[in-house]
């Protein structure tokens, strides 16, 4: 079992840029698939981006070229830039840890952190 805990949230503009970061403990970090998800007031969970088995990365068609994300096993950290953030992307963002690399969906994760919340102001 791996333990995700996500910070960096918080407020922004629109327009702006935010970095959030996912610290892993628990388990050797490399030898999962990690994704990162954001849940909007009232509305389902949706995948944003995610690690593939073969190093590259796949993201959410409404992030693509704003949204990168990053990992370093050795400090057991998975890193979401954000930039040209919209207000509809106000959400809580959570960092999720399972077996499926790349897996646009949730039920192939099976650890998640508290989340941290994301607000874009107009």
């Known amino acids: 079992q791996v333990q995700l805990v996500e910070s960096g949230g918080g407020l922004v503009q629109a327009g702006g840029s935010l970095r959030l970061s996912c610290a892993a403990s628990g388990r050797t970090f490399a030898s999962v698939a990690v994704g990162w998800f954001r849940q909007a007031p009232g509305k389902a969970r949706e995948f944003v981006a995610g690690?593939?088995?073969?190093?590259?990365?796949t993201y959410a068609d409404s992030v693509k070229g704003r949204f990168t994300i990053s990992r370093d096993n050795a400090k057991n950290t998975a890193d979401l830039q954000m930039s040209s953030l919209e207000t509809g992307e106000t959400a809580v963002y959570y960092c999720?840890?399972?077996?499926?690399?790349?897996?646009?969906?949730?039920?192939?994760?099976?650890?998640w952190g508290q989340g941290t919340q994301v607000t874009v102001s107009s």
């Open positions: 999720a840890a399972g077996r499926a690399a790349g897996s646009r969906d949730s039920s192939d994760y099976a650890c």
């Open positions: 690690f593939r088995a073969r190093g590259d990365n």
